[in-house]
Structures are given as structure tokens and as C-alpha cells.
């Protein structure tokens, strides 16, 4: 049987071998054991497995119980397409890093035997990656990489597919409609926005704009995106961690990036 992902994680196992995690294309994490992994040897392999780049496995059809195990064993492996660039700058590193780090709080794992590899419930989170990755490349070929520009279109993407975007339309309190009002004030421990009758605060009227533009800005039409900031990236991550009950420090490439 053969899967196709993106690597999100790898750890080294023995001298040689590796343990990768692979983002599937139906939005589940595989776990693959890979003889020989590491790369090197005489012939000083190079790894095929750097973070971000997309694999094809093809894996032991195994006959005992050891498939219902969540460690899938490779038995041949190519890699389709890398990210070469995101090596040699280590901003773009570090945010490649957050990407996954923030998936593997809330990402499911395959189980091969027991888990519905059809099902394409989780697929948007796989196309939000790949194409996180694939344009987070791109920029830095072009010389267009603005780590808070990526991370805003990540983030907004990501929350949609999550199904947790909050409701960028009326006040969470009396349904006014946001852009009516002159100052909004987004609470990211409710994921709301409200009006200025209904809360007071610091004025986010420009963050609910740039949200809302990122939502409708696909992926390829990044450079068009103005206006980002760091503290926009802010408030949607305090808002995930939130939802998944994190706390932003836990999150180690966060405070790497934007150091
Ligand atoms: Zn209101």
C-alpha cells in the first residue's frame, strides 16, 4: 500500500534508521519506521527526510497483529518535492517549524487497519499545509518573505478548517454588524469580536479587516496581502491555544521567530 505526506516531524532511531511523521493527504499523521533513514553510511547518503518536504511510502503489508500498530514499517520511499530554500533562511525554518508544531496539538493519528484512509473529513488541513509550505517556498525564491504575511494566511486557514473561525460579521453580543460599528474589540479567550457599545478596548477594527481579506486571499495571491503584523499573528495564536488549551510559550518556534 502506498501514502503520500508531508514530513512533519522526524526523530532518530539507532544509528541509522528514522522514525518519520507524515502529514497524509487525508489530513492524518502517519508513522513510518525507515531502515536506514538517517541517510549516511559509506556513501554518505544524504536524508531524503527534511522536514516539509512531500514523500511517497510504500509500505511491509505485514501479516501478523503488528498492523493494527500505528508504526508503519517502509519498504520503499521517494521524496515527490522539497522545500530547498527554507534550509538556508532561519526565520522561514523556524516558521516551517511552528507549522508543524502546531498541527501535532490537534492533528489524529492513522492506525493502519483500523482508520478510514478514504475518508476526507481532515483534507483541508492537508491542503492548508501543503500550500502553507509550497508558497512559503516560493516567497523566499522571489525574495517576498514576510514571516507575519505567511503566518496570518496560515493561521486564518487553518481556524477555518478547524471549524473554529469566529464570527467576523456581527458583535458576539447584540448582532450589530461589526462593520457598522467605528471600533470593534476582539477577545481571543471567547474567539469573538464585538462592538463599541458592548465592550470597550483597544480599537482591532484593522485585525477584523486583515482576517477577513486573508480568508478570501488564496494561498498564490500572497503578495497582494498588506498590512500584516506581528501582532495580528499574535492574537490568532493566543486564540488557537486557547481552543486547545495551550499556552503560547509552550509553543517553541513561536518565541524562536519572533524574537
Ligand atoms: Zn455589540
Not at 492524518?28 to 538517517?38: M, N, P, T, W
Not at 473561525?165 to 458583535?171: G, Q
Not at 480599537?203 to 486583515?210: E, I, K, T
Request: charged letters at 20%; glycine letters at 6%; one cysteine or more.
Amino acid at each position: 500500500m502506498t501514502f503520500e505526506g508531508i514530513v512533519i516531524n522526524r526523530i532518530p532511531y539507532k544509528e541509522r534508521d528514522l522514525i518519520v511523521k507524515l502529514l497524509m493527504r487525508n489530513g492524518l499523521v502517519g508513522s513510518f519506521y525507515v531502515y536506514g533513514g538517517q541517510g549516511g553510511g559509506k556513501r554518505q547518503k544524504p536524508s531524503l527526510f527534511e522536514l516539509g518536504s512531500m514523500m511517497r511510502m510504500m509500505i511491509k503489508e505485514q501479516k501478523t497483529r503488528l498492523e493494527m500498530s500505528e508504526l508503519m514499517v517502509s519498504a520503499e520511499q521517494s521524496c515527490l518535492w522539497g522545500p530547498k530554500s527554507v534550509r538556508h533562511d532561519i526565520k522561514a525554518f523556524y516558521l516551517l517549524c511552528l507549522y508543524f508544531e502546531l498541527i501535532q496539538k490537534f492533528s489524529i493519528s492513522y492506525h493502519h487497519g483500523v482508520s478510514d484512509f478514504q475518508s476526507s473529513d481532515h483534507e483541508g488541513i492537508f491542503l492548508t499545509v501543503s500550500n502553507a509550505v509550497f508558497y512559503l517556498e516560493d516567497s523566499l525564491l522571489k525574495k517576498k518573505f514576510f514571516p507575519h504575511q505567511q503566518l496570518t494566511l496560515f493561521m486564518v486557514k487553518l481556524l477555518f478548517h478547524l471549524g473554529i473561525m469566529p464570527d467576523t460579521d456581527f458583535c458576539s453580543y447584540c448582532q450589530t454588524a461589526l462593520m457598522e460599528s467605528e471600533s470593534v474589540v476582539f477577545l481571543p479567550a471567547n474567539g469573538q469580536f464585538a462592538c463599541q457599545n458592548c465592550f470597550s478596548g483597544e480599537n482591532d477594527r484593522g485585525f477584523l479587516l486583515r482576517m477577513k481579506m486573508s480568508y478570501q486571499t488564496k494561498f498564490q495571491e500572497y503578495e497582494s496581502f498588506l498590512g500584516t503584523n506581528f501582532q495580528d499573528c499574535d492574537k490568532l495564536l493566543q486564540y488557537f491555544c486557547h481552543q486547545y488549551h495551550l499556552r503560547p510559550v509552550d509553543l517553541k518556534s513561536y518565541s524562536l521567530l519572533f524574537q
